[in-house]
Structures are given as C-alpha cells and as structure tokens.
C-alpha cells in the first residue's frame, strides 16, 4: 500500500515542481520512501510515496527489464509468490521482491489481459514509453482510489484529490456529485471537486494521442441460479435444482481460508480489526490458525456504554489468545478529529464511525504494525444487510393477488407518503408504493431528503429540477450490467456496492492510510465472492439466522457466543441530543464562517435548526444527527479546501 501520482503531458515537459508537491502530499501514504521520476522524453512524470510491506527497498518506479515500461502501484496482489515464480520461469528478470513487479512483467506478456491474473486491492499506472501509451488501473471492487482530471493539456491522476490540488488543479465544488452524496447516492465516477473524476472499480483508463477513456474489465456478473425479474420482485420460487447446503458450507469454508491465508502474507507482522460481530471474529478465528504466534486485535470502543461493544471483541480475542488492544474513546476525542477525518477521507461524512476509524488506525500505527486484516464485505458478500434479505423474501414471487394489491398502491399519491423522495424521484416514490419490502428503508430516506432539502438553497435545487437522479442511475446500471437479469435482491446489492459501498465505505482505506496503515479484506477476495454471488438466494437468506451460510462455515473458528450473536449494527456515539464536546463542536462549525461560504446551504436554515435542537423528539434526533454531520462535513471541505 501506497500513494501514486502521475502527470501526463501533452504540450512541453511535464513540470517537476507539480510533479514533487503531488507526491509530497501522499507522504502520509507512504512514510517509508518517496520517489519521483520524469521518461526522458519528458512526457511523462510518476511519483511514488512507499509503504513497506514486502520488500523495504521496493522503492517505485519499477522499469522493465527493456527499460521500455514503468509501473507505479498503490495496493497489493495476493498469491504474488507463485505468479513471480511462473514469471521467472518465463525469463523475466525482477529488480526488487515486491509483490508489485508481478503486475509490470504479466502487462509485458499479456497487456490489458494482465488484470485476470491479478488478485488483490490494487490502483496502477504503466507508462510505455515506446507507444507513449499510459495504462492504469483499479481494482475489482474499488478498495484502493484512483482520481484522474485533466488541467491545461495534461491529464493528472493520484490516490487522492489532495494531491491533484498540490499539482496545481483549481479548486471547486462539483454540484452535481454533491447532490447524488446528499441524497445517498454518490457517483462512482464522480468526486465532490469539480474537474476531478475516479477511475470506477472494475476499470481501466487507457490515455494517448491526446485521448483518455475508460474500459471495463471486470463486473459481477449475474448469478447462474438467477432469473429474470424487475426491481418489483415479481416471478418463480426458488430453484428446485439448488445446491445442497453443506456443499455450500464446505466451499464457502475453504474460500474464506485461502483468502484470509493469503492476505497473512507480508514481509511484517499482520493483525486484525476486531469489532466482535461475526464477520471481524471469523477473520481473526482463521489469521490464527495461520500462525502459531499470538495475533494481534485492535478493537475501538466508546466511553458511552450504550455505544460500547467491546465485551464481545474481548470474549472473541481470548478464545483465539490474541493479543488484543482496546481503544476506547470519549466523546471529546471524535468531536477533535472529524475534520481530520473529513479532510482525509475527502467525502462527506454521515455519522462518527470515520472518526472512530481514523483513530483506530492511528492506535495501529503507534502500536508499530503497518498491517491489518478486517471483515468489511461479508454483509455485501452474504446478504447481511436487512433490506437485503426482505427483498430476496419479496423475490420468492408475489403473485397476482399480490401483483393486483400492488396496482392499488398506485391509487395512492406517492408525495402523500414519501414526501421528500417523490420531490427528489417520482420513480423510486411511485416504487416504493409497490414494493413489498423495506418500507424503513424509504421512510428513513424520505426523511432525510427532507431534511436536506429544507437547507439547499432554492438556486441549487431548482438547478435539479426534472432531473430524477435514482431513475438516471439504475438506467445506467441496468444498461452496463443487465440488472433486469437479475433477481430483486441482487439489483439491490448491485446498486448498492456502486454507490454508497464504493463511494463512502472504501473511503475508509483514506482514513487508513492517513496513518500509514494498509487494511486487507478477505470477503472481497473476489474468487470467493464470485463464488457466494453464484448460489441461489434462497441459499444466502436460508433460515432461522442471518449470514446462516458464513455462520455455519465459520463455526470451527468464532466462540460460541460470537456465534449465537445476533447481528448488530456498527454505532458510533451521535451528538444530537446530548450536552458535550461533540455537541459544541457542531453548534461552532456549523455556525462559523465555513459553512456560510458553502454555496448551496443556507446558513440561516442551518441555523434555525440548531435553534431548535433542543425541541426535538427522541424519535428525530436520529435523522437529525446525520444531516448535521453532513453539513459539518461540507464545512469542513470548504475551509480546509479553500473551495
């Protein structure tokens, strides 16, 4: 894990200084080098900042044996020893034991065809000198960034947006990325800055002779035991034909293993993130029985008790004798680090669980590991999630009394019941009329639309009027990924990881790598979520717990209480409501001069609400946390962006 930056250049040698302050500013990405280099043709400028992990002098840009390729890699490739082995078989002559060297000597062999052989949480970019062709890349499902834009005839990309302004890229606001983010419904191509795009997970940008374009080289593709359906989950039971459940068991078993036995391979000592859930105590339960010595767990606490997990993490850390850290956090200490956490993870913030994560990474670091395992993916993965599951009971088939009880929901008006979604989306308000699942899932989202809106300027949503955003992105998804040949669930689950999942989740590897600290994520092995995506549904929802497939197939490594656990949503302390530091920081932010300079909030809206705080009921207070948030967040990148 690292941080990359590249300048391509058009007309003229590419400017040293730009390309030196770019890398400069990914130095917390990688505290144990830093490197830049310019081709000799002057087109072309790579910068690396080194994290070490597999070889501490794998200093970057790695050359070709030819000299003709450069690679600069942010990220890691899992199974590295066997490919290299295969590579030297071949001829190929590596300069350093970095795992990253694999992916430079498989683009000489293969080219573009190289990605199929790459398994891992990657960004790269390749440079040829010989065609004057740049070639980078992101990983499957976006763990690691890659942000791109285009300035005075040259085309810029870095791990991070920061980096891209040190170049020397203006500064602006992208409206329309901001309102997809207010709505929960980040654009995976976009970023909050004007001018500053990604390259999506799953993608390729190739660029030369003046031209950049995206190619899409992995999706998740349908499941086999599918069928076609619509988003209204209309069609047949579940297939008669599906495979035994100890198969599956025993398969997703084995998946998990490998994935977690290969993200224990590093050149320094790995640990885990335990939460205490079942997901974090499985990675932890196989890392053990990877080692023979003691793993270490870093666990993040709370010191308000209702907020506070730990007990779980510690009963799970002694059934596997790790050695196990608890950070526990008082109120005062993520009221000082969400605009740190802000800045860095370079998004909009929707509650305190980034700073907690922020500051656990940082309890990593101090504790002197560069490395971490973690079980984020496994809800995506094994259908965790509620509104998840309560689709896939609605894909069983509803039938034509059901069908004819959907048609008279139509009746009904849609702003009646869904105000603040049909003023964003009358499609997905008429929708969530007909769907037979889920309604708090469209209750919570109308509610906070209203929210949002009751503080956007009347310029800025009248900029959107018409413009229906849910609607324009599932035709979007539908028209790259064929979402109609998918069942309901899986529809979900696709928009999902494409939006708020890629957008906002993975930004978490920002607020790692802050502190220099890598986190590996064996769920999103992508062999062994293939495999999962594969099974019918019925599979994955199979009663009478949730994730019964992952429960049943980790039961040799998780406690007997984290197995009987009911899973439990991961909370972090929230601010409204409760007199303290989280609260005053709040009230000053959001009545400061950053937030008026925020040019679609009105300030006098904002501050009417914090007016009013005191008034709420227990039962708004939810909603009203995150919209604060959110708008301490639009602060926050105003001031420290100069936006």
């Given at each position: 894990?690292?941080?990359?930056?590249a300048?391509?250049?058009?007309?003229?040698?590419?400017?040293e200084r730009?390309?030196?302050r770019?890398?400069?500013?990914?130095?917390?990405r990688?505290?144990?080098?830093?490197?830049?280099w310019?081709s000799?043709?002057?087109?072309?400028?790579?910068?690396?900042?080194l994290l070490?992990?597999?070889?501490p002098?794998?200093?970057?840009?790695?050359a070709?044996?030819?000299?003709?390729?450069?690679i600069?890699?942010n990220?890691?490739?899992?199974?590295f020893?066997?490919i290299?082995?295969s590579?030297?078989?071949?001829?190929?002559r590596?300069?350093?034991?970095?795992?990253?060297e694999?992916a430079l000597?498989?683009?000489e062999?293969?080219?573009?065809?190289?990605l199929?052989?790459?398994?891992?949480?990657?960004?790269?970019?390749?440079?040829d000198?010989?065609?004057?062709?740049?070639?980078a890349?992101r990983?499957r499902?976006?763990?690691?960034?890659l942000?791109?834009?285009?300035h005075?005839?040259?085309?810029?990309?870095?791990?991070?947006?920061?980096?891209?302004?040190?170049?020397?890229?203006?500064?602006?606001?992208?409206?329309?990325?901001?309102?997809?983010s207010?709505?929960a419904?980040?654009?995976?191509?976009?970023?909050?800055f004007g001018g500053i795009?990604?390259v999506p997970?799953?993608?390729?940008?190739?660029?030369g002779?003046g031209?950049v374009?995206?190619?899409r080289y992995w999706?998740?593709p349908p499941s086999?035991a599918?069928?076609r359906?619509s988003?209204?989950?209309?069609?047949?039971?579940?297939d008669?034909d599906?495979?035994r459940?100890?198969d599956?068991?025993?398969?997703?078993?084995e998946?998990?293993e490998e994935a977690v036995?290969?993200?224990?391979?590093?050149?320094v000592?790995?640990?885990c993130?335990?939460?205490?859930?079942?997901?974090?105590?499985?990675?932890?339960?196989v890392?053990?029985?990877?080692?023979d010595n003691?793993?270490?767990?870093?666990t993040?606490?709370?010191?308000?008790?209702?907020?506070?997990e730990?007990?779980?993490?510690?009963e799970?850390?002694a059934?596997?004798g790790?050695?196990?850290?608890?950070?526990?956090?008082p109120?005062s200490?993520?009221?000082?680090?969400?605009?740190?956490?802000?800045y860095?993870?370079?998004?909009?913030?929707y509650?305190?669980?980034g700073?907690?994560?922020?500051?656990?990474?940082?309890?990593?670091?101090?504790?002197?590991?560069?490395s971490?395992?973690?079980?984020e993916?496994?809800?995506?993965?094994?259908?965790?999630?509620?509104f998840?599951?309560?689709?896939?009971?609605?894909?069983?088939g509803?039938?034509?009394r059901?069908?004819l009880?959907a048609l008279?929901?139509?009746?009904r008006s849609?702003?009646?019941?869904?105000?603040?979604?049909?003023?964003?989306?009358?499609w997905?308000?008429?929708?969530?009329?007909?769907?037979?699942?889920?309604?708090?899932?469209?209750?919570?989202l109308?509610?906070g639309i209203?929210?949002?809106?009751?503080v956007?300027?009347?310029?800025?949503?009248?900029?959107?009027?018409g413009?229906?955003?849910?609607?324009t992105y599932?035709?979007?998804?539908?028209a790259?990924?064929?979402?109609?040949?998918?069942?309901p669930?899986?529809?979900?689950?696709?928009?999902?990881?494409?939006?708020?999942?890629?957008?906002?989740?993975?930004?978490a590897d920002?607020?790692?790598?802050?502190?220099?600290?890598?986190?590996?994520?064996?769920?999103?092995?992508?062999h062994?979520?293939?495999?999962?995506?594969?099974?019918?549904?019925?599979?994955l929802?199979?009663?009478?717990?949730?994730?019964?497939?992952l429960?049943?197939?980790?039961?040799?490594?998780?406690?007997?209480?984290?197995?009987?656990?009911?899973?439990?949503?991961?909370?972090?302390?929230?601010?409204?409501?409760?007199?303290?530091?989280?609260?005053?920081f709040?009230?000053?932010t959001?009545?400061g001069?950053?937030?008026?300079q925020?040019p679609?909030?009105?300030h006098a809206h904002v501050?009417?609400?914090?007016?009013?705080?005191?008034?709420?009921s227990?039962?708004?207070?939810?909603?009203?946390?995150?919209l604060?948030?959110?708008?301490?967040?639009?602060?926050?990148l105003?001031?420290?962006?100069?936006?």
């Amino acid at each position: 894990m690292c941080g990359i930056a590249a300048i391509l250049s058009r007309e003229g040698p590419v400017p040293e200084r730009a390309l030196r302050r770019a890398t400069a500013a990914l130095r917390h990405r990688g505290p144990d080098g830093e490197q830049s280099w310019i081709s000799p043709s002057g087109r072309i400028g790579l910068g690396h900042t080194l994290l070490a992990i597999n070889d501490p002098k794998g200093t970057q840009p790695i050359a070709s044996e030819d000299g003709r390729l450069h690679i600069i890699v942010n990220g890691e490739f899992y199974d590295f020893p066997r490919i290299r082995k295969s590579l030297e078989d071949k001829g190929h002559r590596f300069r350093t034991r970095s795992d990253s060297e694999i992916a430079l000597h498989l683009y000489e062999d293969l080219g573009a065809d190289c990605l199929t052989h790459l398994r891992g949480q990657f960004a790269f970019v390749i440079w040829d000198e010989e065609t004057g062709r740049l070639f980078a890349a992101r990983d499957r499902f976006g763990l690691k960034p890659l942000f791109y834009g285009e300035h005075n005839g040259s085309l810029y990309l870095a791990s991070e947006a920061k980096a891209l302004f040190a170049a020397g890229l203006p500064k602006s606001w992208d409206a329309r990325a901001v309102y997809h983010s207010l709505h929960a419904c980040p654009d995976e191509r976009r970023s909050l800055f004007g001018g500053i795009s990604q390259v999506p997970p799953g993608h390729v940008l190739v660029a030369g002779d003046g031209a950049v374009h995206l190619e899409r080289y992995w999706d998740l593709p349908p499941s086999a035991a599918g069928r076609r359906g619509s988003l209204l989950g209309i069609g047949k039971g579940a297939d008669a034909d599906a495979p035994r459940l100890d198969d599956c068991i025993e398969r997703a078993r084995e998946l998990t293993e490998e994935a977690v036995a290969l993200r224990m391979v590093a050149g320094v000592p790995v640990g885990c993130l335990l939460s205490g859930g079942l997901d974090s105590s499985a990675v932890l339960g196989v890392a053990a029985a990877c080692t023979d010595n003691p793993v270490a767990a870093f666990t993040v606490g709370f010191e308000r008790r209702d907020y506070d997990e730990s007990d779980g993490a510690r009963e799970m850390a002694a059934a596997t004798g790790a050695d196990h850290t608890v950070l526990t956090l008082p109120d005062s200490a993520l009221a000082d680090h969400f605009a740190d956490t802000v800045y860095h993870a370079e998004t909009i913030q929707y509650n305190t669980h980034g700073a907690a994560r922020f500051l656990l990474s940082r309890s990593v670091r101090d504790a002197g590991y560069k490395s971490v395992l973690a079980g984020e993916g496994a809800d995506e993965a094994f259908f965790g999630y509620e509104f998840l599951r309560a689709a896939a009971g609605a894909g069983q088939g509803i039938g034509l009394r059901g069908v004819l009880r959907a048609l008279g929901r139509l009746a009904r008006s849609p702003a009646r019941r869904y105000p603040g979604l049909a003023a964003a989306s009358p499609w997905l308000a008429r929708i969530a009329l007909l769907l037979p699942f889920a309604p708090s899932l469209f209750t919570r989202l109308t509610r906070g639309i209203g929210h949002i809106h009751s503080v956007c300027t009347s310029d800025f949503l009248r900029g959107f009027q018409g413009y229906d955003l849910y609607r324009t992105y599932y035709r979007r998804c539908n028209a790259v990924a064929g979402l109609s040949q998918r069942e309901p669930s899986r529809q979900l689950l696709y928009l999902w990881l494409h939006s708020i999942f890629a957008n906002y989740h993975m930004a978490a590897d920002r607020l790692d790598m802050a502190h220099g600290v890598e986190v590996r994520l064996p769920f999103l092995d992508h062999h062994l979520f293939e495999y999962v995506n594969s099974l019918p549904v019925a599979t994955l929802t199979a009663p009478p717990r949730e994730k019964l497939l992952l429960r049943k197939a980790m039961r040799p490594y998780v406690s007997n209480a984290v197995y009987e656990r009911t899973k439990r949503a991961f909370m972090a302390p929230s601010a409204v409501g409760v007199a303290g530091p989280l609260h005053d920081f709040l009230q000053d932010t959001l009545r400061g001069d950053a937030m008026r300079q925020v040019p679609f909030i009105s300030h006098a809206h904002v501050v009417g609400i914090l007016d009013g705080i005191a008034d709420l009921s227990a039962a708004d207070r939810p909603s009203f946390d995150s919209l604060l948030l959110i708008l301490a967040s639009l602060a926050v990148l105003q001031e420290r962006y100069r936006l």
